[in-house]
């Protein structure tokens, strides 16, 4: 698709800024990942649009957003659990950047792209309060992967990629497996042709509990346990 | 990348502020200190950016606050090799604020607003700011001062308004092809002319 010289820079020029849709920045990476000199060339305009907002007139922070920090970053301390020690894991600790912006692009595919419901109010309220992002990797079905959000003060959402579509009377379900307590159903969704979903997920009240999460396939009415092969799974402890 | 910046110990100079990386050195090993001490120095410029973006200062807030968020919560998995750590910063900021501005509710909320966004807190004075950080700023404005208005137009549509390049040119009734040089061409002088900002090692090396 990219074949000219000239055309890559444009490309490489909007990238930077984050002015491509998803086909078109698939592209770029492809090319950068076997092309040195368009990737440094890259991190050049990369480094160029994040310098932009010095250009701004400086406006001061409002007092209070700093109180506010300090009080959500030690609300997540009070509370460690197997999630939060997750951090620590280096493999889903090299993920966090990545998620972040993985997490955007996505979502703005989603909203943009997806056949499903678009993301209403309620979730993308939902995005902004504090919570964690826990990742869940595909080892049942190689080509998909998943990150949940889940919201400190309960509820969450599920942003799934790479599954395939289902027959009418099937639907995948999502699970929070518990130790010394039923496993409690997450989500009961299916894809488009696209592979995706984003749903909203029903959290236990606790997660300290939560052994593992994983997504099966069962009834589309959904099933009172785990069935079948596990899809996806999160292991966010070593 | 977290072996390769604890081969280099951590080396304070006398009387000198910690660098940037002292301090996710710091945060790594659970010194909220060192966060505040990181909010103080690009707080400001991660507000100012927001609030630009979005141009509301709750939302603004909002904006800052989880960036911030994220950086204590990502401390680990900072890569200097991919970047200074301020922008780092303002990367996640922008992803944060572009996605609230596409967001429905907040398109829906400004449209509430009789008298539109008031980007500016009249209460707040501007940021003093680090010698050395007085100095970027007049270099980054001249830059961007020396580029024509539809190139500056075709970069601030992107980078501060969210519109990839397709609604760029739709917006603005213009040929695809016309903006993508464009952009190319403003992107490309203001590599030229913000040159010295484009080794972050180098940069890193000097600050140490």
Known sequence: ?238 | MVAASSSRPHRGTDGEEPSDLDLIREMRLGAEAALEALYRRYGGLVYTLALRIVGDPELAREVLQDTFLSTWEGREAYDPSRGRVPWWLMGIARNRAIDLLRSRSHQARLRERHDGPSPSNPAASPLAGAPSEVALRAVVRQALALLSIPQRQAVELAYYGGLTQSEIAQQLGEPLGTVKSRTREAMERLRRLLAPLMDPKRTERERD
């Not at chain 1, 919570?131 to 049942?140: M, P």
């Open chain 1, 1 to 238: 698709m990219i074949d000219g010289r000239d055309h890559l820079d444009d490309e490489l020029a909007a990238y930077a800024l984050g002015s491509l849709d998803a086909s078109e920045r698939a592209d770029v990476e492809t090319h950068i990942a076997s092309c040195s000199a368009c990737k440094a060339r890259l991190a050049e305009y990369q480094t160029v649009a994040s310098v932009l907002p010095l250009g701004l007139e400086p406006v001061a922070p409002p007092p209070e957003a700093w109180t506010r920090i300090v009080v959500a970053t030690r609300a997540r301390r009070r509370r460690p659990s197997q999630w939060l020690a997750a951090a620590k894991w280096p493999a889903i600790a090299a993920l966090f950047a990545l998620v972040i912006f993985w997490n955007v692009a996505l979502e703005r595919e989603l909203s943009r792209r997806s056949p499903g419901p678009a993301p209403g109010p309620d979730v993308e309220a939902l995005s902004r309060r504090p919570g964690r992002v826990i990742i869940l990797a595909g080892t049942g079905a190689p080509a998909s992967s998943a990150r949940i959000f889940a919201a400190v003060d309960g509820g969450g959402h599920l942003a799934v990629s790479g599954l395939t579509t289902l027959p009418r009377d099937r639907a995948y379900q999502l699970w929070f497996v518990r130790s010394g307590a039923p496993a409690t159903s997450g989500a009961i969704f299916i894809v488009g042709r696209s592979g995706r979903a984003w749903v909203k997920v029903t959290t236990p009240a606790s997660l300290d509990d939560v052994r593992n999460i994983v997504v099966t396939e069962g009834p589309a009415s959904g099933s009172p346990a785990p069935t079948g092969r596990e899809l996806l799974v999160a292991r966010p402890w070593p």
